[in-house]
Each structure stands twice: as C-alpha cells, then as structure tokens.
C-alpha cells in the first residue's frame, strides 16, 4: 500500500517487529499509521521499538471489519509487548460505525481497503496518532511509582503528582479498589490532578472521597481524547461511586471533554468538565473545567490524563479565576484601567453574579478606531463591562431557552439569549446584549462567588459595517439579496468609521416578513424600488412587552422583533417581522415604464428623524451617534 511506506520503513528499523510481520502464521493485528500521520507528526519517526510493538496486538481483532454493533462499547486487547490497545466503537447513525484504537481513528472502513494479510493477520490504518506508550502498570502504580528509571524514553512521568500520591495514601480503600483495580474490577477513564491544581485548593480537608471518585469515570468506558471528543459533540459519562464494596455508576457527577479552539493560532486546548452538585448540605451550581496537559496515557486497568484542576471542588472567586487565564489578560487591562468600580463585582464580597467574560479575541475583533475610543472614554468602557454582568443570580445553560431574558447591574439594558442545536446533542449557547451576539465558548465555570461564561465578542461594542452584519446574518438573506441589486451598499459600508453623517437605524424584514401576504411576493416585487424618506411619517409604540413601526399612510405595522437589536459601526439594524410596503403603490407602479434599479423594500429612517428624547424615553433603540460613542 503506497500510504504505509513510513510504516514500512519504521518496521524494518527493529528485529522484533519486523519478524512479527513477516511471520505469516503470527495471529495478530497491526493498527499502522498512515504517512500522514508521520507527516503531521514528525517525532512519531523516531518511536522506539517498545512504541512501534505497542501498535501490535496479539490477538486477531475480527469485529472492527464486520461492521455490527458491539455488546460493549470498548473492547481490551493485549499487545505483544504486554501493554494494552483499547479499541472503542461510535455509532453515527444507523449502521454507520466509527472505530479507534487507542486515540487512533481507524480509517479502513472509509476508504473500504480492509487488509488481511495471510489469512492469519488482520491490518487497520490508523489516521491519527494512538497515544503515548503505555504504562506497565495500573493507574495507582503510575501515582505511586518512584523509580525515575521507568519513564526514561517515555514522554511522560509522574514528577508532578505527590499531592495526589499523598491523598490516595490516607484513603487506602479508593486508592487499592479504584486506582488500583484490576482487569476483574473493570478499565476506567483517570484525570489525575497535578501538585499546581491542589495548590488552588485552600482547604485540603475539602478533598475527600467524593471529589476523588470525581476524577474516574465509570466502569469499562476506557475513553481516550480524540474518541470522547468524536462521539457526537459534548456526551456526558458518569464518573463511579464506591460504597459498601460495590462499585456502581454515579449519574449525579457526570464527566465530559471539551475542545476550546484558539481561532487566531488554530492551536486548541483539551479540558476535562465535571458538574457539580449537592454535598454536604451546600447546594452549588456549574461546572468545574480542568485543562489536560498530558492526554492519552494507557494503563493496566484504563487511560490516565494528567489535568491543572481539582475535579469537583470550587475554592476560587471570579477575580482570581480571571487572573489566572490567560486568555483574559486584555480584560483585566480595561478592569484595570477603570479601578475597583466594575473589579468590585468580582470578588468574594461583592455576592453573587454571572459574567459573560470576554477573551482577548473577542477585542482583537474589535475594529481599531473604536478600540482607540473605548481606551478614552472610561465612562464608556465603563457601561460596556457592566453590560456583561448580570447580578444576584447563577445563571447557567440549563436555565437559558430562546425566551430567557435578565437584566444587567445598570438595571436598564437586557441580554437575550438563543439556544442553537446543530448536528444533534451539539449545543451552542449564544448571548445577544447591546446589539452584538455572540457564542458562549466555555460555560458554567463555577466560583465561590458566581457564574463565569466566557465568551468570543464584546457585547455592545460594534466591530462590523451594517453591510456586513445583514451578509452575515443568517435571518436576514432575502433582504440582502434585495440590496445586493442596488447601490445602497455604499451607504451601509460607509469608508469612516462613527461619524454622525452616516450613523441611522436600520429596519430590515426578516425572512419570515417576506412570506406574509401575496402583494409581498419576492418574485412580484424584484424590479421596483420603494424607499422611506425623511418625510414619511412612521410612529413607534408600545403593545404589551413588544415594541412595533408604524406607518399611517400605508396604515402597515411592523412588530420590531425582541432581540433583533444588531449594532454596527455606522448605526444600529433592527429585525421587523413585516414589510412596510403600501400596496396600491405597488399596483401603479406595476404600470410604470420607468422602474429604478431593483426592489429595496425596507423602512429606511434616518438618525435625524427620530429625536433622541424619544428613544431615551421608550428605551427601545439607540442612535449611534458621535455624542453616544466617542
């Protein structure tokens, strides 16, 4: 096979290895890497042979090519050199698998080229890399192990976990029966603190049994990253209970990884989440994340990762939270710069409260004249961080619907949230506050004083023309197209940047707008252009919690949809759910010769035209305006 060359050739460096594949009467299977994984990977070309027979398995391993459904999800199968390959089956949909060995993706049944070699060796292509060598031992051994001789040529050890190793040692019954179980007490998923993650616990007499077994996860689910990830976005397992010698599956603490991708380097971060619940009395919402920082070690009885944080304990405030990622550094320089105002939410005084915390992408996002603004202005930059915090509440994601609505500490602007489900059990949260929406990154985050959701915008800060807020928004095409076709661009992609010439409020119809009504047909109303003037006459009024446009002339009203507030940097755009369209117009004008460009049937009003005493007194639209953002 032309994609095993780098196989091939790492093979024949080694006596043992090689005979094993040339002996055709050798029942084994092998799990080889594709060039391209020596291509990506280029420390996998000097793997040792200890590493290259760990791809080597002793037994034929039949049920990966017969494409049925597995009594269990992981099957244990023992390497030539004594360690252990564990091969886990996903299921897509229906009759569609996916296999991995180890963190390896078994990619035969992709490209349908199944080898078997002599009858007697079966050959699986592995597209990723498997993981590290394995351990010769359990995972308690691996804690415990002190001979530094064991892990020369490996690319891990053990140095940074004597906190665990002394904890483990006062609980002999955890340490022996769990961390030290055998192939007869089931294979198990081991997040191992290191000595940096006990240094955040200030009270070391709160690290007992139940956060120790927060740190395994139930019986026989043996799940590396790159598999735990694959399985059909975020998927929760219990983690294990242990009372009265038996060992059952805990579902109150339930585990899951998640994968945090830096959209600037493209490097992504791997974090172990556990949620947390009632003990002891004390009720505590959220979720406790935990960065891995050594994936993928194989053990006798399961898979260890070494993690930065204790599981199931929550001992920090928000400011030291904020303080020690360091994705939030450029936030903590503007919390900085306006003194203990805003910082004094934040600390374990100031009660309890969820932040919506912006990393340092999200103000890199952030077009670099309004940036120069936003440093100037600290009243401003005050407003826009109070924006963020909603007080005296733990909101988490369970409590958040396409309904829910909270207000901010300033006890006068509202943040509203969507719930998006795509591909299936693949949720994203999104948070839409000052007319900027944006996806909720990592949630949850549980402190001693509140809620943390980090997030990749700044939220009432614009850093698109209005041009390109209506490309980008999803709602909002048909009307897009509809302007794409006349030379209105130039006015919603204006070339400066917040001056008070080209600041308005935008009102666009929904897609669902264009649908209402046959007199508002796409295809009837493509060839003519009819646009509101300063002239016209359009009243803002109250109905119930909704706000609505209307227009006397055309006796037409436009319920302005909740939410559907978008911020640019030369104005704001609302979502209506119709369109402001007078229909014996329409009728004239189908007999008129002399048609203008194409159709804008939007509501267009300048800032001018609606005076700034009305939209402080509804405080329903806010005109950007050089007085309101400098």
């Known amino acids: 096979m032309e994609d095993m060359q780098q196989w091939r050739a790492l093979v024949s460096y080694y006596q043992v290895s090689q005979a094993y594949m040339e002996d055709s009467n050798a029942r084994i299977t092998v799990f080889a890497p594709v060039n391209d994984v020596f291509l990506y990977n280029p420390d996998l070309r000097a793997m040792t042979q200890k590493e290259t027979l760990s791809h080597i398995v002793d037994t034929q391993v039949m049920e990966v090519s017969q494409g049925q459904k597995w009594e269990k999800q992981t099957l244990i199968r023992s390497t030539i050199n004594s360690g252990y390959v564990y091969i886990t089956q996903f299921e897509n949909n229906p009759g569609n698998f996916s296999y991995f060995a180890n963190a390896g993706t078994v990619c035969n049944h992709v490209s349908n080229q199944w080898g078997i070699i002599s009858g007697e060796q079966y050959l699986y292509k592995i597209c990723t890399p498997m993981g590290h060598r394995p351990y010769p031992g359990t995972a308690l051994s691996f804690i415990r192990d002190d001979d530094n001789t064991i892990f020369v040529d490996r690319q891990y050890n053990n140095h940074d976990l004597t906190e665990l190793r002394d904890i483990l040692n006062r609980v002999p019954d955890i340490a022996l029966v769990i961390f030290g179980s055998s192939a007869w007490n089931g294979f198990h998923t081991f997040f191992l603190p290191n000595n940096a993650a006990f240094a955040k616990v200030i009270d070391r007499n709160r690290v007992d049994r ?56 493209g490097r992504w971060d791997l974090y172990a989440v556990t949620e947390i619940y009632e003990r002891y009395g004390i009720f505590k919402r959220g979720s406790v994340w ?30 030291q939270m904020l303080y020690d990622n360091y994705r939030t550094t450029t936030l903590m320089r503007y919390i900085n710069t306006i003194g203990q105002i805003v910082r004094n939410y934040f600390a374990a005084t100031g009660g309890l409260v969820t932040f919506f915390a912006p990393w340092n992408e999200a103000f890199e996002r952030i077009p670099e004249p309004i940036e120069r603004r936003l440093l100037r202005d600290r009243i401003w930059l005050e407003q826009i961080l109070k924006l963020h915090i909603v007080p005296a509440k733990e909101l ?49 985050i549980a ?45 919603l992609d204006p070339w400066q940047v917040l001056t008070p010439e080209q600041n308005f409020t935008f009102f666009v119809p929904t897609n669902e707008a264009w649908e209402k009504g046959q007199a508002l047909m796409y295809t009837d109303l493509r060839e003519r252009t009819y646009v509101m003037m300063n002239d016209e006459k359009v009243i803002i009024r109250r109905r119930s919690r909704y706000f609505e446009l209307y227009w006397p002339r055309g006796n037409r009203v436009a319920r302005v949809i909740e939410g559907g507030e978008i911020a640019g940097i030369n104005g704001f755009m609302h979502m209506i759910d119709n369109v402001l369209i007078y229909e014996p117009d329409l009728r004239s004008a189908a007999c008129n010769t002399i048609v203008s460009d194409y159709l804008l049937i939007i509501s267009l009003a300048n800032s001018n035209l609606f005076p700034d005493a009305i939209w402080k007194r509804n405080r329903f639209i806010r005109i950007v305006s050089n007085e309101t953002i400098k």
């Open 396 to 444: 988490t994601t369970d409590e958040i619907t396409n309904e829910t609505i909270v207000t901010t500490v300033d006890n006068m602007r509202q943040l509203y949230f969507i719930r998006g489900e795509w591909p299936k059990n693949n949720i994203t949260y999104y948070v839409i506050g000052g007319g900027i929406k944006t996806a909720i990154q990592m949630d949850n």
């Open 290 to 319: 935990a960065k891995i920082i050594v994936p993928n070690i194989p053990v006798q009885n399961g898979v260890a990762h070494i993690i930065d944080n204790v599981l199931g304990i929550v001992s920090m405030t928000m400011d």
């Open 447 to 491: 402190a001693v004083n509140g809620i943390i959701h980090y997030i990749d915008r700044v939220l009432g800060v614009p850093y698109q023309s209005l041009w390109e807020v209506l490309r980008n928004e999803s709602r909002l095409q048909t009307s897009y197209e509809m302007l794409s076709n006349i030379q209105l661009r130039y006015t």
């Open 210 to 265: 139940e956060v120790l077994l927060a740190h395994v996860s139930g019986m026989n689910r043996v799940l590396f990253t790159y598999p735990w990830l694959y399985d059909g976005g975020i998927h929760y397992y219990p983690s294990i209970r242990f009372s009265s010698n038996i060992i059952e599956d805990n579902f109150k603490l339930k585990l899951c990884m998640r994968n945090i991708t830096d959209h600037r380097t």
